[in-house]
């Protein structure tokens, strides 16, 4: 293992300016050795935790990160779309932004309080990456992201010893890469290149990946691993390896893998020629490196997804800016109705989205059984909602939408980012792989009864409990978002003042008569096994679920947050908006002719918060202005 001075020169090395000094140790991941203390802060971890599930804190510290990266129409700033567009032209990242969060220890924010760190709550994780991801997707993804995705399976089957090693090296300003993703396969991390073995008596790893994102200047390698050949599950493990520590020889970077997006996120691979690992890299058991990912995505499935939307948020705000400015169909935007639609619908989707990652992250942090579930419905919605909104606002700035650079290239950016960061079709395949062989119990246990709904996972601020990944779950034992439909359909039979319930009553019976619908269909799937339920049929079934969700999680966050301080998200008028879009995905209806359809208070709720300016998701929170 390298010494302590190897370490820090590591760091400082790929840091663009100077971290907090690492720990005064450099023990193998693994080593029973004693931890050092950390110095983030100098501040205990009480205090830490005490601090991190404030949601007044939360807010603070997505507002120092959005005033600290700065107005991003402000063309003089050296974190602005200007300065993100002539460096994505450049494939890179703007010069400043990593030095600009190495200062405020972004890191942090990716390792549990209990280690020092400052990661209690995963939709508070998500929240305070969105500032980054709002203005590039390169930089969120390839500064944090995925050191978040790898230090996931530390933080969940790691021992103490490797979870203080992952932990002081980020905390020191270091990186980690994670191997799941694999170029020829997609991203089934299951088809995997990289082998376990043994040769000569001694344990070694070869084979090569593509495309793994920071491979080249991450000191922290998770790697998931052929370990066995016989079939099934149990032939994968985890390790978690220290770059310096690997014989120079035996190790190879390859060369970064050209892409259309995310063009300044560094994509490299890594080639592995016996070299030999130690018994002390192993993350977990030996063989359970597929418990151990799905475990790991109950939590980074949800998160990553709430962070990218943010891009949406960009996209969205340079869309409504080109058509307040220069009009739309040689019309202007006032006298457009379509146009207006169009802007209306894609804010409405940005708030699905989010209202359905914050059930699924708030999941995460109750330990809910059924959180892997969710996760996997947040995983592959949330890239269909975006992507289609996105191309839709794309008809509204007509030829503008192929300008690189100037006041609207950030638009074209982020079209090309978003299918990048959202993994794609195998992504989805993955994710419905991951819900398919659920449904037959759900629907047998389960999609009855209001009983089981947890207010817990819709009221904005309240404090959800503390993130705790050794609880993570994959086996859905209920499912209270499905409950919280049924709950919002008595809630709305009994309250008949409710504003536009002439259009909301019928809205809410044609989604709970598709859940009986989807509860007959599913309570006739056999009970088999992940493979056996990975078909056409059941993806369809699957798919129709996740909009269920998403209109459930609508629901639950319009219900819980009356009477309360976010007056928007508590008006019912995003609701329909939201309904409606849903079931016209899942093709049910027929509404009451003349039913109304609130999209001018949508409408107007948008100019409002492009003009303060705030965000267009579920937290209305200030941005950064000139």
């Known amino acids: 293992m390298a010494s302590a001075t190897t370490l820090a020169q590591q760091d400082q090395a790929a840091a663009p300016a100077a ?51 700065g107005d991003p129409w402000d063309a003089a700033n050296p974190l602005g779309h200007a300065a993100i567009l002539a460096a994505d032209a450049r494939g890179q990242v703007p010069a400043h932004a990593e030095a600009l969060l190495d200062e405020v220890h972004l890191n942090a924010e990716f390792v549990p309080a209990a280690l020092g760190g400052r990661l209690v709550r995963a939709d508070a994780l998500a929240r305070i990456l969105r500032p980054v991801f709002r203005r590039d997707q390169a930089l969120g993804v ?83 691993c052929r370990s066995s050949d016989e079939p099934g599950s149990q032939a994968h493990s985890t390790l978690l390896l220290d770059r310096a520590a690997l014989p120079a020889g035996r190790v190879r970077d390859l060369e970064p893998y050209p892409l259309v997006g995310m063009r300044g996120c560094r994509m490299t691979g890594l080639a592995f020629t016996d070299c030999p690992v130690p018994p002390t890299a192993l993350v977990g058991e030996a063989g359970h490196g597929v418990h151990l990912a799905l475990r790991s995505f109950a939590f980074t499935r949800s998160v990553l997804p709430a962070m990218v939307l943010a891009g949406g948020d960009t996209a969205l705000r340079t869309a409504l800016r080109f058509a307040r400015q220069h009009g739309v169909g040689h019309r202007p935007l006032a006298r457009n109705p379509q146009a207006r639609r169009t802007l209306a619908g894609a804010f409405t989707d940005l708030l699905i989205c989010d209202s359905l990652a914050l059930a699924a992250t708030r999941a995460a942090n109750r330990a809910l059984g059924i959180t892997g579930v969710y996760a996997a419905a947040t995983k592959y919605l949330l890239p269909i909602l975006l992507n289609d909104a996105v191309h839709e606002l794309s008809v509204l700035l007509g030829s503008s939408i192929y300008v ?223």
């Open 142 to 224: 390839g500064y944090g992201a995925f050191s978040v995705l790898a230090g996931a399976s530390v933080w969940t089957a790691g021992s103490p010893a490797q979870q203080r090693w992952a932990a002081d090296l980020l905390l020191g300003g270091g990186r980690l890469a994670v191997s799941y993703r694999e170029l020829a396969h997609g991203n089934a991390f299951l088809r995997d290149e990289f082998r376990l073995g043994r040769q000569g008596g001694a344990t070694v790893l070869n084979g090569t990946k593509r495309v793994i994102i920071n491979a080249d200047r991450a000191q922290g390698l998770v790697v998931v």
């Open 404 to 626: 690189r650079d100037g006041e609207y290239g950030i638009f074209q950016k982020h079209v090309r980012d978003l299918p990048v960061t959202s993994l794609g079709h195998a992504g989805a395949a993955a994710a419905l792989s991951t819900i398919s062989p659920q449904l037959p119990a759900l629907a047998r246990r389960s999609w009855s009864a209001a009983a089981g709904a947890d207010h817990h996972l819709f009221r904005l601020r309240a404090h959800p409990g503390a993130l705790d990944f050794t609880r993570l779950a994959t086996f859905a034992d209920r499912d209270p978002l499905c409950a919280e439909l049924l709950a919002a359909a008595d809630h709305l039979h009994h309250s008949p003042g409710t504003e536009f319930a002439a259009v909301l009553r019928p809205l809410v019976s044609h989604l709970v008569a598709e859940l009986r619908r989807l509860r007959a269909a599913c309570a006739t799937l056999a009970l088999l096994s992940r493979d056996c339920l990975a078909n056409p049929q059941t993806y369809a079934l699957a798919d129709r679920y996740t909009l269920l969700l998403a209109a459930a999680a609508c629901l639950g966050v319009w219900r819980h947050q009356q009477h309360g301080p976010d007056r928007f998200v508590a008006h019912p008028a995003w609701l329909v908006n939201a309904l409606l879009r849903i079931c016209t995905r899942l093709g049910i209806g027929p509404l009451p002719a003349g039913a109304p359809a609130p999209e001018d208070e949508v409408f107007t709720e948008l100019l409002r918060r492009h003009d303060q300016p705030t965000s267009f998701d579920l937290y209305d929170s200030p941005l950064a202005t000139g």
């Open 19 to 69: 971290p907090p000094a690492p720990p005064a140790a450099g023990h193998a991941p693994g080593t029973a050795a004693t931890a050092p203390a950390v110095s983030q802060e100098a501040v205990s971890q009480e205090a830490v935790s005490q601090e991190a599930v404030s949601e007044a804190a939360v807010q603070q510290r997505v507002a120092e990160l959005e005033a600290r990266l």
